[in-house]
């Protein structure tokens, strides 16, 4: 009988695809910590960790039962891919369930970001107030605007699908240039990130994160910005230099930011909660109720498509 380890509660409605032939935990609420998994690993064949679990060298030489680390998200820098590839362990992500909300949530951002939402909302509930003046508290409008995309992958593609409704102008970097096909059907401009980072309005980052990718915006990357220009984040949080972004909101380098992941999550630097021209959300993005159902089942169908091939699965090793 296979032994699948849950790393998070996942209620009991979304397990009703699992039969006899599966012994499942998980804990009865919440998240298990480290210890309390590597308490347990070696016995089990399948873990499920979630995007904040680390599933590390350490982690992967315990189980020494383990077939499969079925990751719960798109991204997998949680899990040492490539070390579980030399054990022989397959990794699994979700990148379907978590493209449509993540880029949904990457345009309320911007969106929020550009138009001042937050910080307007604070202030009119406090004894700070807004000024109602004609010419006061002004923000930025996204129609006619260029937006650039760090990364037009499946979430990159469904933020240029939205950016299209909203009037604006595609342009993107990527590793790999895309099809024709593609570039025409979002009437995107494929440039290099130097180009995208001058002359772009509005930035939103949606690379992988991998070794190369650590910080790859920075100082020089803020300064190379327009002054006017928005900046969004619903990749990964260590992608960004949080200390320059602070500094390039405080001095005016960018205007706004939107960000929704943090380089040391759960903290956040202090510096970010103290100014107003930065919209926030705790890794936020798919937090709908429909998202967390459909990445609960896309889990769930890796699982059983990788012992049964009753689903495709979504590998990223192997």
Known sequence: MKKILFTFYIPAEYLKDFDDKYELFMPEKGSLKRDEVMGMINDYHVIVPNFSFQTDKE??????????????AVGFNNVDVDYAKEKGVTVTNIPNSVKEPTAEFAFALLLA??????????????HKGVKWGFYDELSLSVYGKTLGIIGMGRIGQAIAHRALAFGMTVQYYNRHRLSREIEEQYRATYISLE???????FISL???????????????????????????????GNMVDEGALVEALKNGTITAAGIDVFDKEP?????????????????????????????????????????????????VNL
Not at 59 to 72: F, P
Not at 113 to 126: E, F, K, P, V, Y
Not at 195 to 201: F, G, I, M, N
């Open 267 to 315: 903290k956040i630097h202090p510096g970010l909660l103290e100014l107003d021209n930065v919209t926030l959300a705790p890794h936020a993005a798919t937090r709908t109720v429909e998202a967390r159902r459909d990445m609960t089942y896309e889990i769930i169908h890796n699982i059983l498509g990788f012992y049964e091939g009753s689903f495709p699965i979504s590998k």
């Open 113 to 126: 970001a550009a138009r001042n939402i937050g910080c307007m909302d604070r202030n009119i509930r406090s």
């Open 195 to 201: 180009r995208l980072l001058k002359e772009s309005d």
């Open 206 to 236: 949606n690379a992988p994160s991998t070794p190369e990718t650590l910080h790859m915006i920075g100082k020089k990357e803020f300064e190379m910005m327009k002054p006017t220009a928005v900046f969004v984040n619903t990749a990964r």
């Open 59 to 72: 982690m992967i030489d315990k189980g020494t039962k383990l077939e499969l680390i079925s990751n719960c």
